[in-house]
């Protein structure tokens, strides 16, 4: 089986990215890393992805100075050149452009951490909390137009514990993030193989 060539997009430590990178050491793993590509030029996960043998490549936003369609076309570029099939955002930190998103469209995932359609955004944990809610969680959905608000591939749970702070929370999801990733973007690429990604 040729597997799918797999760009992973960061903003920070990478950990997400980590995750994907090991699941795709199996042998029947469907996708292939081969760039990551960051915002931030000095996000840990650069590193972490070098050190595992995967080219990383910082494009800084700030020089693009608010031409965001510029910075993502810069991205696209890279993209193109290694031929990737399909994108992973793993702690991607920045809204991506129409454009983006259409080009990409059906071939573009994204983890997020609540459980969708609930807490789009920014800051979940604490708003979630807040709220009074009992069960926070993450998941993979298709990136679309809109922010988190593509069709949901997978979730996971776990309790929300009283006196539960937004950090604590945020510690305590992350393995479960780090297992629901590769298993999502498994079936993600069964259904680009299959032809029918999601396409609005
Ligand atoms: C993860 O918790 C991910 O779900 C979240 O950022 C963190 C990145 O951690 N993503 C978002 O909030 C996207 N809106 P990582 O860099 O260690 O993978």
């Not at 991205?75 to 031929?83: E, I, P, S, Y």
Request: glycine fraction near 8%; charged fraction near 20%.
């Amino acid at each position: 089986m040729t597997r799918l060539r797999l760009g992973i997009l960061i903003s920070g430590r990478g950990s997400n990215m980590v995750a994907l990178v090991e699941a795709a050491q199996a042998a029947d793993y469907p996708a292939e890393p081969v760039l990551v590509l960051s915002n931030q030029p000095h996000a840990d996960g650069l590193n972490l992805a070098r050190a595992r043998g995967i080219e990383a490549i910082a494009v800084d936003h700030r020089p693009f100075s608010g031409d965001r369609a510029a910075h993502e076309r810069a991205l696209d570029d890279h993209l193109q050149a290694r031929g990737v099939d399909v994108i992973a955002l793993a702690g991607y930190m920045r809204v991506l452009t129409p454009w983006f998103v259409r080009r990409w469209q059906g071939r573009m995932v994204n983890i997020h951490p609540s459980l969708l359609p609930k807490y789009p955004g920014l800051n979940t944990h604490a708003r979630a909390i807040e709220a009074g809610e009992t069960e926070a969680g993450c998941s993979v959905h298709w990136v679309s137009d809109g922010v988190d608000t593509g069709e949901v591939i997978a979730q996971a749970r776990i309790p929300i514990r009283p006196g539960d702070t937004a950090a604590a929370l945020a510690q305590r999801l992350l393995p479960a993030e780090h297992r629901l990733y590769p298993e999502a973007l498994r079936r993600a690429c069964a259904r680009i193989r299959a032809g029918n990604g999601q396409t609005d």
